[in-house]
């Protein structure tokens, strides 16, 4: 019988103790495999949803709402800005690129967002099928929003005022379904693009350039300079504000970061214990099994494998913990993905990461650590002495 069959069986004479070893590292283990991944997909989503965008201008208010609202889609805008003072700020030398955002309107709970070509072109934007929105009125729907509305070119949706309600239903004039976008793992997946102008018409029209509003602009810089002068310009000579996406970010990922370390630090905890428990578990069992082992050593068995069986258990314990409690950290995130209302914050359960396997190594050390010095124990045991004494 191998060695390895032998430290299996020893583990299963008592089933109630490897349950429980096995439970409690699986806990640890899938809350550090949750933290990792909602942390990454989490930093990786801010990054993706604000590449390119150097400042976002909007009407006075919390810089993080306007981020949140013209960037990342979650949050209500902090108003209105003129179109005339928008055009003027989209025209300055330290603009390269000015992509306006009307805001206001949502079709099944995705937010419509009325821009323009700019658009396509800072996120990259490309057609599966059909052809981007041109008329008023035409829509070109992201990936996620077709998915989910089982949405086809030539379809004709209505929006509905709010960003998140249907009830206030605008069911006296249809979009027209034009394209559908490629999956891009970013906002634009869940969004429906059209042009500005078709977001003024449904809400009234507006006949003079003073009387038309934007919710927002995005802009990208034309040289290095205008990081620290622009903003400052905006916010002191204008009645608008700047916010800057990646200090924004930043600052939103160390409020959440806060949470997340409390829950890593508790996690360690809990596979503390773990092996505590694990090495507890193990001492017992060797004090119970030292005449077996006597016995194994007379019938030939040397001390290196009486060292490796032992070994094996705690690693076994672990190994077998580790990969329930992945398994679990996975599931745990489908489950918090399937009630997380914003598809464009909803994480992806089943992406693999490389990181997964330091969870798994830190995982079969925690077991070489508790099971090291049963096994020694073991190795240094006097077979006379325990022979003697049964």
């Not at 909007?58 to 928008?86: C, H, R, W």
């Not at 508790?266 to 001492?283: D, H």
């Not at 001390?303 to 032992?310: D, N």
């Not at 599931?331 to 009630?339: A, D, F, K, P």
Request: overall charge neutral; charged content about 15%.
């Amino acid at each position: 019988m191998s060695w390895i069959r032998i430290s299996w069986k020893n583990l299963l004479s008592k089933k109630m103790n490897f349950s429980m070893n096995v439970l409690l590292v699986a806990f640890g283990t899938s809350i550090l495999t949750l933290l990792l991944l909602s942390s990454e997909q989490f930093k990786s989503k801010l990054s993706n949803n604000s590449r390119n965008i150097d400042l976002v201008v909007g009407a006075k208010g919390s810089p993080m709402q306007l981020i949140l609202s013209s960037v990342y889609y979650v949050d209500f805008p902090t108003g209105n800005i003129p179109l005339k003072e928008a055009n003027k700020l989209a025209a300055h030398p330290m603009v390269e690129r000015a992509v306006p955002l009307a805001l206001g309107d949502n079709y099944e709970g995705f937010r419509m967002a009325g821009t323009d070509s700019n658009f396509v072109i800072l996120y990259g934007l490309e057609l599966k099928e059909g052809k981007f929105w041109k008329a008023p009125f035409e829509v070109t729907v992201g990936s996620e929003v077709a998915r989910n509305q089982g949405l086809q070119v030539g379809d004709v949706i209505h929006g509905a005022h709010g960003l998140s309600s249907s009830q206030d239903l605008h069911a006296e004039r249809g979009y027209t379904v034009t394209g559908i976008l490629k999956r891009k793992g970013n906002v634009t997946d869940n969004l429906v693009l059209t042009s500005v102008e078709s977001i003024w018409n449904m809400h009234g029209g507006h006949d003079e350039e003073q009387d038309k509003e934007l919710t927002a602009l995005l802009i990208k810089y034309s040289s290095p300079m205008a990081v620290v002068m622009f903003p400052r310009m905006v916010n002191q000579t204008t009645a608008m504000q700047a916010a800057s996406p990646a200090f924004e970010s930043a600052r939103l990922f160390t409020l959440t970061g806060i949470g997340m370390e409390v829950l890593r630090w508790f996690a360690i905890l809990i596979m503390l214990i773990a092996g505590a428990s694990i090495f507890i578990s193990l001492y017992s069992s060797l004090q119970e099994r030292k005449y077996d082992l006597a016995v194994m050593r007379v019938m030939g068995s040397s001390q290196e494998k009486i060292f490796l069986i032992v070994m094996m258990e705690g690693v076994l314990l672990t190994l077998i913990g580790s990969l329930v409690g992945v398994f679990l950290g996975h599931l745990s995130l489908q489950v918090v993905s399937h009630y997380q209302e914003m598809g464009q914050t909803r994480f992806e359960p089943w992406i693999f990461m490389k990181e997964e396997f330091l969870v798994l190594g830190g995982g079969l050390c925690l077991g070489l650590l508790a099971s090291a010095i049963p096994a020694v124990q073991a190795y240094r045991s006097d077979i006379s002495l325990i022979l003697a004494t049964h």
